[in-house]
Every structure is written in C-alpha cells, then in structure tokens.
C-alpha cells in the first residue's frame, strides 16, 4: 500500500504556521504570493482558489501520463491488495522533499519570505503519495462496520430495510462524488484542501468551517466512545460477567493512550488492509453459527426486538421466549421512531465521507479517489447486505447490536468477540488521530499559537493530549446507558449532516460560483486582481441557471431532503433516550453489564 505523504508521516503539515494570523489583515493590495498568506485568509477569493486548482489537475494528468507510459494502469487486484515494494510515489516524494532547503522552517512566519514558489508547492507535492488501493482500505476501515446492519433490518422488515439501505448506499456515492468535485475545483498545491471545514471556508466563509469543524469533532470523539463501550461489552462478555464492566470499558481506553500515539495515518495502512479481512472473517464465523445454534435468549432485554416492542421477545410463565419472527414490513408500525433508530445504525455504514476530503488530501492523483470511493461504496453495501439479511433471517427480533454479540454458543461468541475487539481498536485509533488533528490544528494552533505538530515540542503535545481525548471519549460512551440509542444520536446529529446534508449544499455554492465565470473574468496571477463583470443577486441566480442547472435543483432537493431525515433521526433518537433515562439503568461506570440479565 503506498505510504500516505508528509503530513502523515510527521502527524502535520510542514507549511502549517504556528502564527498563520501574522499576514492577515495587513491591508496589502499588491499580490501577495500564497506562501505568505494566511491559512484561512478571507481575502482570497474562489476565483483565485479554482486557478491554481485548474493547474494542479493539469500537472497532475501530465504527471500521470509520463508514469503509465510503457507500464499499463494498476488493476483490480492491485487495489485491494497493495503491494510491499518500493513505490514511485515514494520515490517521487524523497525527490520533492530533496528539492526543499533543509535550513528552512516553514513553520516560522518569517523564514517563508525566503521560500520560492517551487519550493512552496513542492512542499505541497510531497505529502500527496496515497493511491486508490489505500482509500479503499481507509474508508472501508472508517465505519463501524457490518455489525450495526442486521438489528437495522429488525427494526425496519425485509423491505423497507432493503430499499433504504440501498437508496443510502448510492447517496452516499453520489455524495462522495460531490465532495470530489469540490474538492477538485479547490483543491492546488499553493493553498492545499486539508479538511472538510476548508472547503466549507472556501464556499461559504469562516462561519462554515467553524460549524463544520465542531460537528466533525463531535462525531469523531462519539466515534471513539461508540467503539470503547462496545468493546467493554465485547470483553464482558467473553469474561462471561466476571470482570467488572468499568474495568472492561476502561481496558479500551487505556489502550487507545498507547495506540494513539501513532501520529501517522502511514502506519494504519497495512492496520486498515488487516482490519478489513478481519471484519469479513467476523461475518462468516457468526452467519455461520447463528446457522446452526439459537440466539442469546439471555440478553433478549438488550435486542432489536425489546426496541420495538417487549412483548416479541419476552419470555411466558414457563420461561419459554418467542419463536424467531420476521416482518415484510415495518414489524410494528405503531413504533415509527424504533424503525427510524434502526436505520440511523444502517447509516454508520457510510459514516466516511466524514473524512474523505483528508483522504483525498493526500493523494498523488485525487482523481483516483473516485475508483477506491466507489470501490469501497460497493463492497460496503454487497457484503454489508448479504450479512444483514442472513443474520435478519436466522435470528429476528433477538438481533444485538453489534450483532456479534448475539451468538449463543460461548466457544465462538467468545472467537467473534475478540476479532471484534481487534478491528473496533484499530477503526477507533484512526477515528482518534484524525480528531486530535482536527482539534489541534483549528484550536491549538490557530487560536493559542501552539507549535506544529512536525516540531519536536508538538510531538511531546501529541503524547499528552492523546489521553486527555480518549479519557473525554470514555467518560462520554460511559454516561449514556443505551448502546444503540448512542450511536442513533451520533447517527442522526453528526453522520447523516456529513454523508448526506452536507455535500450538496457544498456542491450547490461550487457550482453556482464556477458556473457563474465568464470569458475574461478570472484570477490574473500577474497582478493578483480578480476580474468579475458583476455581483450580487444577479450573478448568483446566472450562476444557477447556467451549464447544469438540473444538478443545482437537484441540490437543493437531496440537501432538504437530507435535512428532513436528520430531524426525524433526531427526533427518534431523543424519544428513545427520554424513555431509557426514565429508569434506572447499567453504565460503564458500575460493575455489572448491561448485556448480562441472570441479575
């Protein structure tokens, strides 16, 4: 798998200031070369942005062309199976590399004046070196995993869950195509796209990309409590409840103060490739088992079935539970907001778009990131499928969630979990060095000057505050009681926003901006003046109108759509947590588990 750039390998990027304010607001009306800008410089304009992004992709397919001459394109087999050789990516970065003074520090404000254009955007060139194989691995590693799709099926029926786990699916493609296209409109090696609230800065301004940035840090530290809490689950049950629950929560986030550490998303590319088999070899053990054994009856308190209504899964005056059921339909349309939090667990599924801007950051040739995105969309949703169904069609209403969780025989349950627990800290890791990135960058580095994380006093930072955040991550995952009304809320506030909401409402100002250019309007990089034959209302509704405008109305159908789902997500989510706080319930910071009834 190629090594995955710069900013990786030293936790950062080496151009990020440690007072990137300094150049701001000077009131400079001469053109002021990009090494000298700001890193979020409002007076930089989208014309100025898609020029410099135009010839990034020009470079980029020339590039491109010259490496494949003689040598034929990368295959399949090629994508989902890296190779452990010496790369031209990694060669090509120690050349660009070799290319930058070693005397100069581009963190320091004052050393950039001396830097040369080709010095500034070869630094930029340096650490895109990921391919289409390692974006395949790295989002099929960004989600949950398969584990959350069978209880979705229960609490929703065999159709309604196959028709809207489809309809997710390929909205969820479409939506990384939006981002895509943004981003390859906005994105150039003199003012690189880092982060999802980048290109929210570029289209809409500041106010954006501070929304954007806390919901994604949000959504990444739930992420990291989601995965502590249900590997605490996991390990008590292995334990078979002897271990207390706290402890088994906590083990988790002790862990992740050590695999935090990795600063680099290089070192998670062979974790990624390993953790995705491992996912698949969880699927075939319990569709396996859950074939030729009966569900956990023991732990029927904590199923799909008790979500949606008690009696499918409670047991007579004999002790003797319900046959296993299934429903066509909704299984009981009374409870709408029960099937509503089932299908905010199929949408962990596509939980990555999140950071599929970060991943196309940091690639030799972003126009690849389509391949390994559609590639991994498909995966996702064929092997995701299968496995939901069969699981859906063996146990019913007693489906868990994980549904891992759910195999009666100790033996395997016991095999299941602890594979489990392997891949969920792995996906957690990456969850947490994403977000102390996110964190550390927009907070500590832009607002208290801290220094970057490339210098040997950010590093010693990184060691510090990785067991502050997976400390926060396991205080949050521990006061909420109700795993699947967890991950609902987290599902409805946070994922459905990035996957789903926000893509075309960022496509709609790109598109509305680049249509809106005529012939003769423009950046001119001589003198730095933004040529424009008007403004306003008028150029916003032209550029609505013009080139595709159908893609436009499409927009702003599938943004208020999306908005329209979030809040009934929402809206469940909530309704479901009132009804779990109404009485007393397990939380990871008592002994006994939630999964273990005998008590």
Not at 60 to 75: I, K, L, Y
Not at 288 to 316: F, K
Not at 444 to 473: C, D, H, M, N
Not at 536 to 543: D, E, N, P
Request: with cysteine; proline share 5%.
């Amino acid at each position: 798998m190629a090594q995955l750039g710069a900013m990786a390998l030293d936790g950062g990027d080496p151009r990020l200031s440690d007072k990137e304010g300094d150049f701001a607001g000077q009131g400079i009306v001469a053109y002021t070369r990009p090494q000298m800008r700001a890193l979020h410089d409002k007076s930089i304009t989208f014309e100025e942005y898609h020029y410099y992004a135009l010839q990034a992709r020009a470079e980029e397919d020339s590039n491109h062309r010259m490496m494949n001459n003689g040598t034929g394109t990368r295959g399949f087999l090629s994508t989902i199976i890296p190779g452990k050789g010496p790369s031209s990516e990694a060669a090509d970065e120690r050349r660009h590399e070799s290319m930058i003074p070693a005397d100069v520090n581009l963190s320091v404000p004052d050393r950039r004046a001396s830097v040369t254009d080709e010095e500034w955007t070869n630094a930029s060139r340096a650490i895109r070196t990921a391919t289409a194989g390692a974006v395949f691995f790295l989002i099929t590693t960004d989600i949950l995993g398969p584990f959350a799709l069978p209880y979705a099926f229960a609490t929703t029926g065999w159709g309604p869950g196959v028709a809207l786990y489809t309809v997710f699916g390929f909205m969820a493609g479409v939506s990384g195509w939006l981002l895509w296209s943004c981003f390859m409109g906005l994105d150039s090696y003199q003012y690189p796209v880092k982060n999802y609230g980048d290109l929210a800065f570029r289209l809409y301004g500041q106010w954006a990309r501070y929304l954007f940035n806390i919901l994604q840090s949000i959504q990444l530290i739930c992420s990291v409590a989601v995965l502590i809490i249900s590997n605490g689950e996991a390990l008590s049950e292995a334990s078979k409840f002897k271990l207390c629950y706290a402890i088994c929560c906590l083990v988790w986030a002790l862990a992740g103060f050590f695999l935090g550490q990795i600063r680099t998303l290089q070192k998670f590319g062979w974790l990624a490739n390993f953790a995705v088999w491992i996912n698949l070899l969880i699927m075939f053990i319990t569709m396996g088992v859950a074939a030729h054994s009966p569900p956990l009856y023991s732990a029927a308190g904590a199923s799909a079935g008790y979500s949606v209504n008690p009696d499918l899964v409670t047991a007579n005056a004999a002790g003797v539970f319900p046959p296993v059921t299934h429903s066509a339909g909704l299984p009981d349309p009374a409870n709408f907001g029960a099937s509503i939090n089932g299908l905010m667990q199929a949408v962990y599924a596509y939980g990555g778009a999140m950071i599929f801007t970060e991943f196309m950051s940091e690639m030799k040739r972003p126009y690849d990131f389509l391949k390994g995105m559609w590639g991994a969309q498909l995966f996702i949703y064929i092997c995701y499928m299968l496995y939901g169904l069969f699981m859906y069609g063996y146990q019913g209403q007693y489906l868990q969630n994980p549904s891992y969780l759910g195999i009666s025989p100790y033996n395997w349950q016991t095999a299941g979990n602890v594979l489990a627990m392997v891949t969920a800290l792995i996906a957690a890791a990456l969850y947490g060095n994403i977000g102390v990135k996110v964190l550390y960058n927009n907070i500590a580095v832009e607002i208290f000057r801290a220094p970057p994380l490339t210098q040997k006093t950010g590093k010693l930072l990184w060691v510090a505050v990785i067991p502050i955040y997976w400390s926060i991550a396991f205080i949050i995952g521990a006061a909420i009681p109700d795993f699947s009304g967890f991950t609902a809320i987290v599902s409805a506030v946070c994922i459905v926003q990035f996957t789903y909401t926000f893509p075309p409402f960022l496509h709609l100002a790109f598109n509305i901006k680049k249509n809106a250019l005529r012939d003769g309007e423009g950046f001119d990089p001589v003198t730095g003046q933004v040529s424009l034959q008007d403004r306003g209302v008028k150029r916003l509704m032209r550029g609505f109108m013009a080139g595709d405008w159908y893609l436009n109305v499409w927009n702003v159908i599938y943004f208020l759509g999306a908005l329209a789902t979030a809040g009934l997500g929402i809206w469940a989510a909530v309704e479901n947590l009132i009804l779990i706080y109404a009485q007393p319930q397990l939380n990871a910071f008592g002994c006994h588990s939630p999964l273990d009834v005998s008590a």
